[in-house]
């Protein structure tokens, strides 16, 4: 073996684990972010029980922009890090639950919802927003931990429901679904696009319909 | 091998090994900055209601401060980022999406949009910065993850060797050219239009210094 070859096949390695070690890292940081989402969505009552208990307006209204801020800013970054579900080559690599690309969607659908409805006061987009989520979350956890965290230990016909739900096992299923997801995203992104192009940034559709005179 | 050839050959590797590996990263990274713009842009009308609801003008000022911050510095991230995109050595070598530098261009063109008009309080601009985004982006994901993230995938073979840079060289570095003009040009306007707009705000403010009556001492009385 030469040097050069010594120093190609280290360079080689140095790549391919970085690249391993960073996607290892956001699928592990995933759960968390899924279970914080979870966590805040679901202690809404919680937060707006201590709004009321708030004397001075400026508390609550602070109280709850960090809120919404950290509660919308953790589904974007959910979304974001669920991209290497929709990479043929790393799903086909890496060990990642199977449902984990039509979580993201779900993910997606949630932020759509809160861009064209309003989930804070409408009660049909805050269910709609619960759905998604409750949805996402059984998407992303049940190959989680039936697939990747427990293929070690399972046996018999739980042992192969547990290889088909991890992706690099499952390579065909993973790419398919990887496939629908990415379409899914395309047809929300394009239906946010319409949405923000015909309101053109404002916070409502503007009104088309012109009030009669006299009415 | 000698331990002096060993040691040589981690030098090396660490240094050419690390500075692929930084590429690699900034590659990898670029979707997750693109998805963030994308985000962050079109969810305006959901921060404007979100706004709404502020009960105090100090709570909204905060909110709408933070949405605009964050918004406008990951677009210039993520076009500083993309500046990858422009180095003929790396396009040639790397496996990069062979529309990448048209992407970035799209959104300096957006940048420039924002720069030129107030897209906050225009629709029309606000509409023209979406569509040069979105375009954009688009530009970027299609071989991105259909060529740069599918060469497992033997089907997707003749799309990835058109859309990627280092199977692609010619096409690769002609797209890198154009667009690097085009970059140039839209830079050029745009420093040529803050030049003009500086001489114009700071002549006017000369010639209103120029016009005011000098201000007198105030007398000083002996008591």
């Given at each position: 073996?030469?040097?050069?070859?010594?120093?190609?096949?280290?360079?080689?390695?140095?790549?391919?684990?970085?690249?391993?070690?960073?996607?290892?890292?956001?699928?592990?940081?995933?759960?968390?972010?899924?279970?914080?989402?979870?966590?805040?969505?679901?202690?809404?009552?919680?937060?707006?029980?201590?709004?009321?208990?708030?004397?001075?307006?400026?508390?609550?209204?602070?109280?709850?922009?960090?809120?919404?801020a950290?509660?919308?800013l953790?589904?974007?970054?959910g979304?974001?890090?669920?991209?290497m579900f929709?990479?043929?080559?790393?799903?086909?690599?890496?060990?990642?639950?199977?449902?984990g690309?039509?979580?993201?969607?779900?993910?997606?659908?949630?932020?759509?919802?809160?861009?064209?409805?309003?989930?804070?006061?409408?009660?049909r987009?805050?269910?709609?927003?619960?759905?998604?989520?409750?949805?996402?979350?059984?998407?992303?956890?049940?190959?989680?931990?039936?697939?990747?965290?427990?293929?070690?230990?399972?046996v018999?016909?739980?042992?192969?429901?547990?290889?088909?739900?991890?992706?690099?096992?499952?390579?065909?299923?993973?790419?398919?679904?990887?496939?629908?997801?990415?379409?899914?995203?395309?047809?929300?992104?394009?239906?946010?696009?319409v949405?923000v192009?015909?309101?053109?940034?404002?916070?409502e559709v503007?009104?088309?319909?012109s009030?009669?005179?006299?009415? | 091998?000698?331990p002096?050839?060993?040691?040589?050959?981690?030098t090396?590797?660490?240094?050419?090994?690390g500075?692929q590996?930084?590429?690699?990263?900034?590659?990898?990274?670029?979707?997750?900055?693109?998805?963030?713009?994308?985000m962050?842009?079109?969810?305006?009308?959901?921060?404007l209601r979100?706004l709404?609801?502020?009960?105090?003008?100090l709570g909204?000022?905060?909110?709408?401060?933070?949405?605009?911050?964050?918004?406008?510095?990951?677009?210039?991230?993520?076009?500083?980022l993309?500046?990858?995109?422009f180095s003929?050595?790396?396009v040639?070598?790397?496996?990069?999406?062979?529309t990448?530098?048209?992407?970035?261009?799209?959104?300096?063109?957006?940048?420039a949009?924002?720069?030129?008009?107030?897209?906050?309080?225009?629709?029309?601009?606000?509409?023209?910065?979406?569509?040069?985004?979105?375009?954009?982006?688009?530009?970027?994901?299609?071989?991105?993850?259909?060529?740069?993230?599918?060469?497992?995938?033997?089907?997707?073979?003749?799309?990835?060797?058109?859309?990627?840079?280092?199977?692609?060289?010619?096409?690769?570095?002609?797209?890198?050219?154009?667009?690097?003009?085009?970059?140039?040009?839209?830079?050029?306007?745009?420093?040529?239009?803050?030049?003009?707009?500086?001489n114009?705000?700071?002549?006017?403010?000369?010639?209103?210094?120029?016009?005011?009556?000098?201000?007198r001492?105030?007398?000083?009385?002996?008591?």
């Amino acid at each position: 073996m030469s040097v050069q070859d010594l120093t190609n096949a280290i360079i080689s390695g140095i790549n391919a684990g970085g690249e391993q070690f960073l996607e290892g890292t956001l699928a592990a940081a995933l759960p968390i972010i899924w279970l914080a989402i979870l966590g805040l969505h679901l202690g809404r009552p919680y937060i707006l029980d201590m709004i009321d208990r708030f004397t001075l307006r400026l508390g609550a209204d602070l109280l709850w922009l960090v809120y919404i801020a950290l509660r919308d800013l953790l589904i974007v970054s959910g979304v974001v890090m669920s991209f290497m579900f929709f990479f043929p080559d790393v799903v086909t690599t890496d060990e990642l639950p199977l449902t984990g690309a039509l979580a993201a969607a779900a993910l997606f659908g949630v932020l759509l919802v809160k861009l064209m409805g309003d989930p804070d006061t409408n009660l049909r987009d805050f269910q709609l927003v619960s759905g998604l989520l409750a949805l996402g979350a059984a998407l992303y956890f049940i190959p989680y931990v039936v697939g990747v965290q427990g293929n070690a230990i399972t046996v018999g016909t739980m042992a192969t429901i547990s290889s088909f739900l991890v992706t690099n096992s499952n390579p065909n299923w993973a790419v398919g679904i990887g496939y629908v997801a990415t379409a899914l995203f395309a047809i929300m992104g394009a239906v946010a696009t319409v949405y923000v192009l015909r309101t053109g940034g404002r916070a409502e559709v503007e009104e088309t319909t012109s009030t009669r005179k006299g009415a | 091998m000698k331990p002096d050839d060993i040691a040589t050959a981690i030098t090396q590797a660490l240094i050419q090994g690390g500075s692929q590996w930084l590429v690699s990263t900034i590659v990898a990274f670029i979707p997750a900055l693109w998805t963030m713009t994308l985000m962050l842009h079109l969810g305006r009308p959901y921060v404007l209601r979100t706004l709404r609801r502020c009960g105090l003008r100090l709570g909204a000022d905060v909110w709408w401060m933070s949405y605009l911050l964050m918004r406008d510095a990951v677009l210039l991230i993520t076009f500083a980022l993309g500046w990858i995109f422009f180095s003929p050595n790396i396009v040639a070598n790397a496996a990069l999406p062979i529309t990448g530098p048209l992407a970035t261009l799209c959104l300096l063109l957006a940048l420039a949009v924002k720069l030129a008009r107030r897209v906050d309080d225009d629709a029309t601009a606000y509409r023209v910065a979406t569509v040069f985004l979105v375009l954009g982006a688009t530009l970027y994901y299609g071989p991105q993850v259909f060529a740069i993230e599918a060469t497992s995938q033997a089907y997707l073979s003749g799309f990835g060797q058109i859309f990627t840079s280092n199977t692609n060289v010619t096409a690769a570095l002609v797209i890198m050219w154009i667009s690097l003009a085009g970059v140039a040009i839209v830079a050029g306007w745009l420093f040529v239009r803050l030049m003009i707009s500086a001489n114009r705000s700071m002549a006017r403010r000369i010639a209103s210094r120029q016009t005011q009556p000098p201000t007198r001492e105030p007398a000083v009385t002996v008591p």
